[in-house]
């Protein structure tokens, strides 16, 4: 341990990071997330070697608070008093905690009804103020970004188009060259507005360039069958999918993304709803791990590429859960299905309902 461990981002990695003097010290205790071999999960994908990078063990319950922290100590540093987002509802969670923390007005502007509702919540307990719009969260972006370039009402914006936001999510790829001693072989990783897999690439291309490690990853990302812009190669306008966090049609960071699967040698490819659910449930039921369904078309998507033999099964493959799975609870009971037993409060009853 370095001493600065469990202090935060800014404190662990601020070398790394664009700060100054003037930088507030901001923490919620982000990142230090666990790296998990998962054994069991990987046995059943004929993978030896198979990590998970459970980010929804951020204060917030995503990665999103690694780049929130940045671009929020970054927007005060500025003199910002407000700050603005739109999301699919990790990124308005975290502005909201990032923004009550320092005292700032946070706005989040959301596609109405279509967020998880653990992540609506956190935003309205901290006080944001939430704006639902009658659109998708391409549309809702394009409204935040025209508000935030308008000098009548100023205010930050903290979408991953901020490149604080980017600045920030590198670090996980940081952590996890450090707990492996060396970069993965495969770094695998859902794709939405495509933000991450850029700040992960860029993490690897730092520590790569700065020798801290030989090898960068090849960059697998994953959207979902529904919302697959960049897989089929133009917008979406009409994106469907149940994991919502990534229910985006047309990716900020697009170009950079595809930039960093070419350089790496690594591929963006689609998992349909089925196969992201079943990852969902794999993971909790073989692993004890619940994250969001988003996050498990990470894992949706290695299990193809192994069964395919594109994965070999001593490959070292870390697969990043954006999200914690208590975020999204209508999801969770619909993927549980109805298996609560009852009884009458006695031993034998419940015995006999277990049918010991
Ligand atoms: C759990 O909160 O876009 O490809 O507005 O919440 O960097 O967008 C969330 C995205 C993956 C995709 N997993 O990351 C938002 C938002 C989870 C997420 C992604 C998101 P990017």
Redesign the pocket.
């Known amino acids: 341990m370095d001493g600065t461990v469990g202090r935060g981002l800014l404190a662990r990695y601020g070398s790394w990071l664009p700060l100054t003097a003037a930088t507030p010290a901001l923490s919620l205790g982000e990142g230090g997330t666990p790296l998990v071999h998962v054994r069991r999960l990987g046995a059943q994908m004929g993978l030896r070697n198979l990590h998970v990078k459970v980010e929804g063990m951020n204060p917030t319950g995503?990665?999103?608070d690694r780049g929130m922290v940045v671009a929020v100590a970054k927007a005060i540093e500025a003199g910002a008093q407000s700050v603005i987002?739109?999301?699919?509802?990790?990124?308005?969670a975290s502005a909201a905690a990032y923004g009550a923390a320092s005292g700032l007005e946070v706005v989040v502007v959301l596609p109405k009804g279509a967020i998880a509702v653990g992540k609506l919540l956190q935003a309205l307990m901290a006080g944001a103020r939430v704006v639902a719009v009658d659109g998708n969260?391409d549309e809702a972006l394009a409204v935040v970004r025209e508000m935030a370039a308008d000098d009548d009402h100023p205010t930050t914006l903290v979408?991953?188009v901020n490149p604080h936001r980017i600045a920030g999510?590198k670090t996980a790829a940081f952590e996890i060259c450090d707990d492996l001693g060396r970069a993965p072989d495969f770094l695998a990783i859902?794709?939405?507005?495509?933000?991450?897999?850029c700040?992960y690439w860029a993490g690897f291309t730092e520590y790569a360039m700065a020798g801290v490690v030989e090898q960068r990853p090849r960059m697998i990302g994953f959207q979902a069958a529904g919302a697959a812009p960049i897989v089929l190669g133009h917008r979406v306008d009409h994106p469907e999918t149940i994991a919502s966090?990534?229910r985006?049609g047309n990716?900020a960071?697009w170009s950079l993304?595809t930039a960093a699967r070419d350089e790496s040698g690594g591929t963006i490819d689609a998992v349909t709803d089925d196969e992201i659910i079943a990852a969902y449930q794999d993971l909790a039921r073989s692993e004890g791990i619940f994250c969001?369904p988003?996050?498990a078309a990470s894992i949706a998507g290695v299990r193809r590429m192994a069964a395919a033999g594109e994965i070999e099964p001593d490959a070292l493959v870390v697969a990043v859960l954006?999200?914690n799975g208590l975020k999204d609870p209508n999801t969770a009971e619909r993927s549980a299905g109805d298996r609560i037993i009852e009884s009458r409060a006695t031993m034998d009853a419940v015995r006999a309902a277990l049918g010991w």
């Open positions: 995503s990665f999103k987002c739109a999301s699919t509802g990790n990124t308005s969260f979408n991953s999510q859902p794709v939405g507005n495509a933000g991450n897999i700040a966090a990534i985006i990716p960071s993304a969001e988003s996050s954006t999200g």
